[in-house]
């Protein structure tokens, strides 16, 4: 069975403070790999797409690596906000046809 | 360039009662997913439809369905409503391009709430 587990489940940092989240996965054909924001209630948001062929994805504060041989992936985020509290999801998709999977996420609280 | 549009945002039905949600993709995308979201399962794949044919389908009881029409918009349905079925449903878009591999666009999702 393909799973994704994400570690920690919740985390509360201060304001400024560099962070990663951690994203480990049991599928090593992974076609590729997308890290998501979700604010309450909300749908979710596409942060960073890594395909299997690339090993990272920059995008403003935002890094995303990729470690296919280890099952791993890592969301960096730089000096973060309060902006930043949200529920971070990552998922990888092992085949073309619209299947993701999704880890439980972790949700994020940044404290001013 | 608009993003993915669910309609409608909240439903509230009734046990035993059916439900049509629609979605509508990105302009150019001709792949659409559907996803249950709940507090204890997390996010579920439902199915997967592209040029009108689903694809893939996840494991889900046949009171499930959906469809996608000749201009990629999708609907699904859920016959016979149950407590359990109460969750977010978000549907997502994609290019699907057959060269490269699709990142996934979401929409703001539909809140059911079966009582």
């Known amino acids: 069975k393909q799973e994704v587990t994400q570690i920690p489940a919740a985390l509360s940092v201060p304001e400024g403070e560099n962070l990663v989240l951690n994203c480990s996965f049991t599928d090593s054909a992974i076609y590729n790999l997308q890290w998501f924001r979700q604010d309450p209630g909300k749908g979710l948001t596409s942060l960073l797409l890594?395909?299997?062929?690339?090993r990272e994805q920059t995008s403003g504060r935002l890094n995303a690596s990729l470690d296919k041989s280890s099952g791993r992936s890592t969301l960096y985020i730089a000096a973060s906000q309060p902006g930043d509290s949200a529920t971070y999801l990552c998922?990888?998709?092992?085949?073309?046809?619209?299947?993701?999977?999704f880890g439980q996420g972790t949700t994020l609280q940044v404290k001013p | 360039k608009a993003g993915v549009t669910q309609t409608p945002r909240y439903l509230i039905k009734t046990r035993g009662q059916q439900v049509t949600l629609s979605c509508s993709p990105i302009?150019?995308?001709?792949?659409v997913s559907w996803y249950q979201q709940t507090p204890g399962q997390g996010l579920q794949f439902l199915f997967e439809y592209f040029s009108e044919t689903q694809r893939n389908k996840g494991n889900f009881p046949g009171r499930f369905s959906g469809r996608q029409f000749s201009n990629s918009r999708s609907e699904m349905n859920v016959s016979t409503l149950e407590l359990g079925d109460s969750a977010l449903y978000l549907c997502a878009s994609s290019l699907a391009v057959q060269s490269g591999v699709p990142g996934y666009t979401f929409g703001s999702g539909t809140r059911l709430t079966v009582v």
């Open positions: 998922a990888h998709g092992s085949s073309n046809t619209g299947k993701l999977i």
């Open positions: 890594i395909q299997s062929s690339q």
């Open positions: 302009s150019g995308h001709r792949s």
